[in-house]
């Protein structure tokens, strides 16, 4: 099983529509948690962390569930823009000390005009 | 703020050649720099996590003599694919964090990687 789950996609909406993703994980260890965005080629850039009590920038919603280890985000007023793959992320602590990254392989959201 | 740079952004070469890529901290002193590997349509796997001046700590799976990290400096660290071969064909990626628990990252451009 993998550590972070998530629907692939892509989930094609047209602009001004609103879209959720999930995400799962399996590591109730997982201490922090994360969206990431990435466009084709490029690399990971943080979205926003996600907590508990929710979250909101913008337009967008990111939720935990720790008793059921899922992690959500929503996009509302979708933007061409927004176009991109988006990563769930967690952290686990590695015996280093370090906390480590673990990416899920991203749900591609294609808007169109 | 947190600028990462990473070098070369592309490289092409044939099987058999060691390929050195480079990620620059410009701004910060990084405590800590990571190293990621991207394949075609799966998620980004850490390969390695090294510290300034000391040795890397390889995730499993991930052979040290093959993937060769050096942290020498607080605003360096390379990844030296060692005899690159087809396979090896990948997008590297790395981050550096200030902080000595590794959070937050700030990414690099990513490397893209073909062996012919």
């Known amino acids: 099983r993998k550590e972070v789950e998530q629907d692939p996609g892509p989930f094609n909406v047209p602009e001004g529509a609103t879209v959720a993703f999930n995400c799962t994980y399996s590591n109730s260890a997982s201490q922090s948690f994360f969206w990431y965005r990435q466009d084709c080629r490029k690399e990971p850039k943080l979205l926003m962390s996600?907590?508990?009590s929710g979250n909101e920038d913008g337009r967008f919603t990111a939720q935990l569930n720790r008793a059921s280890q899922y992690i959500s985000l929503l996009i509302r007023d979708s933007k061409l823009s927004d176009s991109a793959t988006y990563l769930c992320v967690v952290t686990l602590s590695l015996n280093t000390g370090f906390q480590k990254l673990v990416f899920g392989t991203g749900t591609r959201l294609l808007v169109s005009p | 703020g947190a600028v990462v740079s990473q070098h070369p952004s592309w490289v092409i070469c044939k099987s058999g050649t060691s390929v050195k890529i480079e990620c620059r901290s410009l701004?910060?002193?990084?405590?800590?720099m990571f190293w990621y590997r991207q394949f075609p349509k799966q998620s980004l796997m850490l390969m390695a996590t090294s510290n300034e001046g000391s040795k890397a700590t390889y995730e499993q799976g991930v052979e040290k003599d093959k993937f060769l990290i050096n942290h020498a400096s607080l605003t360096l660290s390379t990844l030296t694919v060692t005899s690159a071969h087809p396979e090896d064909s990948s997008f590297y990626i790395c981050s550096a964090s200030r902080a000595l628990g590794g959070q937050p990252q700030h990414f690099g451009d990513g490397t893209r990687l073909s062996i012919l």
């Open positions: 701004d910060f002193q990084a405590t800590t």
């Open positions: 996600v907590y508990s």
